[in-house]
């Protein structure tokens, strides 16, 4: 489903369901559709009114499928480089991406979401999560810093995610502000989870087929997607996935050069902001 078809799908919502999403909202996991999908979607304003359909149409959602793997041990974080990095981008790979999936939803009176902030976000990923290089013009949100963990009655953790947003600049609600030109957002959204446990992309190719960029010996899947943001036209979306340390990375950017995307990436998993990039 695209936002045209969820746009569509507007005309087709009880107008009392409609009242009923503005008086009621539900508490979901920090990072869920609105902001996942906005730190992943290239137009904002489409996807802002038909979360609101999806809530009241939708609002509890299937369990996570399968078991829950056990929390990597990440006692002993990784050693960062200090010496420069150099990437050369003639070895970066990008592969044809569709985009994200429906996002995973958690009944709030099954399972109990605790917030992750300060020296406890350290302890557990063991790590400041905020990138050490980030392209010029772009500010964090106010929510970064804080995570939230998604724990079940028997006390396993089935998610674990934070969320870190870095656009041009925020509206009021935070959400990313929107280019008139373009009709979409500038920046980027990094996730972060030791479970594994991130909005999920779907590529042209399977695993399998897909090419990876070795960027100091971590394997990155990189993908392209463009996105149609009517009435502007379209919008490049990057999608960049990778392990490092026990944890699992996610990067979205939309409206930035790849240069710039890669040498964030850079910057995660080699911990330094002396980074050279050859085109």
């Known amino acids: 489903m695209n936002g045209k078809d969820l746009l569509l799908g507007l005309g ?3 107008e009392t369901y409609i009242q009923a999403a503005e008086e009621k909202t539900l508490r ?3 990072g869920t559709a609105l902001r996942r999908y906005g730190a992943m979607a290239a137009c904002f304003a489409v996807l802002i009114v038909a979360t609101t359909v999806f809530y ?6 299937p369990t996570p499928p399968g078991p829950v793997v056990a929390l990597p041990d990440i006692s002993q974080p990784p050693e960062f480089v200090s010496e420069e990095v150099t990437v050369d981008m003639k070895q970066v790979y990008f592969n044809d991406a569709i985009g994200s999936q429906e996002d995973i939803w958690y009944n709030p009176e099954v399972y109990t979401i605790t917030s992750l902030t300060g020296q406890a976000l350290t302890d557990y990923y063991q790590r400041d999560l905020t990138p050490l290089w980030l392209p010029d013009g772009l500010t964090p949100s106010k929510q970064n810093g804080r995570a939230e963990q998604v724990i079940a009655a028997d006390g396993t953790i089935v998610s674990d995610m934070a969320v870190l947003d870095f656009y041009s600049g925020f509206q009021d609600d935070n959400l990313p502000e929107l280019y008139k030109d373009t009709n979409a957002a500038k920046g980027l959204s990094l996730s972060v989870s030791r479970l594994g446990i991130l909005p999920h992309w779907d590529y042209v190719l399977p695993e399998q087929e897909r090419q990876t960029t070795d960027i100091d010996g971590i394997a990155v899947t990189l993908g392209v997607s463009i996105r149609l943001c009517e009435p502007a036209g379209t919008v490049e979306v990057i999608n960049a996935e990778w392990e490092s340390g026990g944890l699992h990375f996610q990067l979205t950017a939309q409206q930035i050069e790849r240069t710039d995307v890669v040498k964030t990436i850079a910057s995660i998993i080699t911990g330094t902001m002396n980074i050279t990039i050859i085109n």
């Open 12 to 14: 087709y919502v009880d």
């Open 28 to 30: 979901k996991p920090f």
């Open 56 to 61: 009241t149409r939708s609002p509890v959602g």
